[in-house]
T-cell receptor, first 114, second 111 residues
Framework: AQSVTQPDIHITVSEGASLELRCNYS??????LFWYVQSPGQGLQLLLK??????LVQGIKGFEAEFKRSQSSFNLRKPSVHWSDAAEYFC????????????FGTGTQLKVEL | EAQVTQNPRYLITVTGKKLTVTCSQN?????MSWYRQDPGLGLRQIYY???????DKGDVPEGYKVSRKEKRNFPLILESPSPNQTSLYFC??????????FGNGTRLTVT
């Protein structure tokens, strides 16, 4: 069965600093990988996704992620964080079975200091 | 506007009182599913449906029922809610092999 690990429960960065959120997955085949963001009281917004091809994926709001098969990782990065990026971030792995089921990590709460 | 609509957004109920959370999508998606979100556990799939009258269990189906009588609607039914079902619930839809679109969530409290 697939699984996703987000080792950092909380991360605090200063506004303008760079950000990297870690995600490791376990899955027997080539994964579909996603990053979602959830602002307080809001639903889930898709930041970016990897299905195949170029391993560096660009997303919305200036985020990018890199798929590294050898490390089973899909880390999310942003070169300069804005205060509005404070939210909870979820990494997920998907496959076409189970009705396009996603298996989520436990999330990383990002705090941005001004 | 393409969207997944859940109702209600907030619900407080008592143990044992049957409730239904509605979910509707206007994108003609084949697949629909329900997830629950709990602190420290992320989101877990409850049930999913791959088409009308086709439903199956996800990872945490106990205590829940679903139905898919129409393509656009996928209600979640708790026939006898218990406090351990207090959670944030998300409905999602997607085309076959496509990306999930999530609703805004329903926060359920069972006392």
């Amino acid at each position: 069965a697939q699984s996703v690990t987000q080792p950092d429960i909380h991360i605090t960065v200063s506004e303008g600093a760079s950000l990297e959120l870690r995600c490791n997955y376990s899955y027997g085949a080539t994964p579909y990988l996603f990053w979602y963001v959830q602002s307080p009281g809001q639903g889930l917004q898709l930041l970016l996704k990897y299905f195949s091809g170029d391993t560096l994926v660009q997303g919305i709001k200036g985020f990018e992620a890199e798929f590294k098969r050898s490390q089973s990782s899909f880390n999310l990065r942003k070169p300069s964080v804005h205060w509005s990026d404070a939210a909870e971030y979820f990494c997920a792995v998907g496959f076409t079975g189970g009705g396009n089921k996603l298996t989520f990590g436990t999330g990383t709460q990002l705090k941005v200091e001004l | 506007e393409a969207q997944v609509t859940q109702n209600p957004r907030y619900l407080i109920t008592v143990t044992g009182k049957k409730l239904t959370v509605t979910c509707s999508q206007n994108m003609n998606h084949e697949y629909m599913s329900w997830y629950r979100q709990d602190p420290g556990l992320g989101l877990r799939q409850i049930y999913y449906s791959m088409n009308v009258e086709v439903t199956d269990k996800g990872d945490v189906p106990e205590g829940y029922k679903v139905s898919r009588k129409e393509k656009r609607n996928f209600p979640l039914i708790l026939e006898s809610p218990s406090p351990n079902q207090t959670s944030l619930y998300f409905c999602a839809s997607s085309p076959s092999g496509g990306t999930l679109h999530f609703g805004n969530g329903t926060r359920l409290t069972v006392t």
